[in-house]
């Protein structure tokens, strides 16, 4: 494995979008990081919950995977304490969705960023 490749998908995950920016592809790092973000901050406008690492049921562990995904955006809502879930509010698991989806997609980009770096695509 190449250790550039390895580190564009590192600093993919971390911040999205970032493993792209460092390999000159802007307009594809622009694109990752306003759409990761845009679901995210959705998700915690819509009162979605952002799991910590648990171990009672298999289900919250799944979850957790999803939203580290986000990489600093985990980070940033567990430190502040932003993703408590409102589970009263309709939009619920609609929030939680999204925050999980951006985490699943940001895999993908960080994915992407280490193909580009290794040389598999373009």
Do not use: C
């Amino acid at each position: 494995m190449k250790i550039k490749a390895v580190a564009a998908m590192l600093i993919g995950w971390i911040v999205p979008g970032l493993g792209h920016a460092i390999q000159k592809k802007y307009a594809r790092a622009a694109v990752f990081f306003a759409s990761i973000l845009a679901m995210t901050a959705l998700g915690l406008a819509m009162g979605g919950r952002v799991y910590p690492f648990q171990t009672e049921n298999p289900l919250t562990i799944l979850a957790f995977f999803a939203d580290l995904g986000n990489g600093l955006f985990y980070a940033l809502a567990r430190l502040v304490g932003w993703g408590a879930g409102e589970l009263e509010r309709a939009t619920f698991e609609f929030g939680t969705a999204y925050i999980a989806g951006a985490g699943l997609l940001n895999f993908l980009v960080a994915l992407d960023a280490h193909d580009i770096a290794a040389g598999k695509k373009s």
